[in-house]
């Protein structure tokens, strides 16, 4: 099972250039086929070349270290660890 990362918190750390990595703890990391979309989405969002190319390769990097949960079921298993007890980090 992985720990399931929103997109707010992929946005935030790209804005801000900050690592996922230190703030997520040993967890495998998966995010939503939405989020994945979303994200590719803001790529092509870019106000310019240069901020399209910095977001192009913040994503290309997260889809290759994070798994994509492609499927509902997939995306359902892993919203229903957490229940009433899900935390939520600030990072």
């Known amino acids: 099972m992985a720990l399931l990362i929103d997109t707010s918190v992929l946005i935030d750390a790209e804005r801000r250039n900050r690592s996922l990595s230190s703030n997520l703890g040993d967890d495998d990391r998966a995010i939503s086929v939405i989020a994945a979309s979303e ?13 399209r190319t ?4 913040f ?9 994509v949960l492609r499927s509902r079921w997939q995306l359902l298993a892993c919203m229903r660890r957490f ?4 935390r939520t980090t600030v990072i």
Do not use: I, Q, T, Y
């Not at 994503?59 to 798994?67: K, M």
């Not at 229940?83 to 899900?86: E, R």
């Open 39 to 51: 994200l590719l989405h803001g790529v092509d969002r870019a106000k310019d070349g240069k901020a």
């Open 54 to 57: 910095h977001r192009a390769a």
């Open 59 to 67: 994503v290309e990097g997260l889809l290759s270290a994070f798994e």
């Open 83 to 86: 229940g009433p007890h899900a």
